[in-house]
């Protein structure tokens, strides 16, 4: 019936309009054949698709629109921006918030118990302590952890420094109750069950692993073990005589130490500082107290030399630097950034950096070198990193290294000291740009110092930096105690007393 429906709509004809059999001709009639295909061309049936477009996708036909009563306009919520609010809690915590109302909210615990507050006894715990933030705690089995933030879309993440570890979640406002509550219970009520630690130990071998597939890790552990004695030389991975011995006595005994209320700060973006305030005093219960005081880091000096059968040699040659929040600090990276501090536009040659040009006059082989920064607490490293080829790492080292001794000798203009502003500016203020920056920047200073410094402030000390700084802090590198770290075909590569 289908397909005979469908020749009658083609053909434009009504059967019933057909003569039967028997029946008298009509098409001699002229007015009955004028009648006939009047009616033929107006009775066409409608197809069978267009009749299911009309009753089926109603959804979508266009709403009409409908007026408010009385041509009322819809009322518009102004929302005022705020300013970082930042408070210390009679225990000892800090709390900072910045409310930016944005639809995500990123809250984030950070604490001091970093690798440097490690001893010789429990070295690799803050390792084994950043992979077991999702093992069961007092109020949540890790299967509820999991599916409970996956269900609201959320994230829980953990990282740590030499100084810092940094618990963090990331959802929608919406649901920040909840992903809170896993928060609270990762930071305060671990229970580190005998078999799950058992389990979780091998991860750290793959963990480590995978890192030291980059050279360049390798190579700055080295560079922290032989440049201190204590403190900062502690690895960021757990040494691997160390691997599968890591007992859940010794994580507990670690958090006790480290997980106090005077070591401790609670930041949040995109959250009312109130809310934070009363989670931070009610529900984040943590030990009061300042904990542990762990070891003032020592600057010795030394060398580390790792010899493999790579064609390329990863060489880094410091001296002791500054540490955050002192008066050289600035002009070090002001330095890093006059010496050339890597590419500043992606897959870029760094044809402007002093290394880059320096070095190029010395071997025509591929290389690359770039000035090395790091600042903590109490101290800090300054020096050149280079990348070259075994037979040319001599000579590209010792190039590297007279580009700073002619800087200490006054050899740079006040036009690349402010260029290298500009570069340093413009890199501190994209970092701070996304929510994970921002975070980190806030939490960073409120857990070191108590106190927040606002990019524009931060612009201004980089911009009173003068060039006599930075030749001084070319001065404190060339005449300090070096330390040296290297790994590759080392045939080629001078030890550090010959430099």
Known sequence: MVRAARKEWQCGVDRKSLPLPGRPSWISSPGRLRRALWRAETMKPIPAAARCLSRRFYSLKTAPKVEAPGGAERSKVLLHPQDLEIAKLPNGLMIASLENYSPVSRIGVFIKAGSRYETTTNLGTAHLLRLASNLTTKGASAFKITRGIEAVGGSLSVTSTRENMVYSVECLRDYIDTVLEYLLNVTTAPEFRRWEVAEANPRLRIDKAIAFQNPQVGVLENLHAAAYRNALANSLYC????????????????????????????VGLGVSHSDLKQIGE????????????????????????????????????????????SAEANAFSVLQHVLGAGPLIKRGSSVTSKLIQGVAKATALPFDAAAFNVNYSDSGLFGVYTVSQASAAGEVIKAALNQVKAIAQGGVTDAEVTRAKNQLKAAYLMSVESSEGLLDEIGSQALASGVYTSPSAAAEKIDSVATADIVNAAKKFVSGKKSMAASGDLANTPFVDEL
Do not use: C, W
């Open 239 to 266: 040494p691997d005589y160390v691997i599968g011995k890591i007992t859940s006595e010794q994580l507990h005994q670690f958090v006790q130490n480290n997980f106090t209320s005077g070591r401790m700060a609670l």
């Open 282 to 325: 009610h529900y984040l219960n943590i030990r009061s107290g300042s904990g542990s005081a762990g070891e003032k880091a020592k600057y010795r000096g030394g060398e580390i030399r790792e010899l493999n059968s790579h064609s390329l040699v990863h060489a880094a040659v410091v001296a002791e630097g500054a540490a955050v929040g």
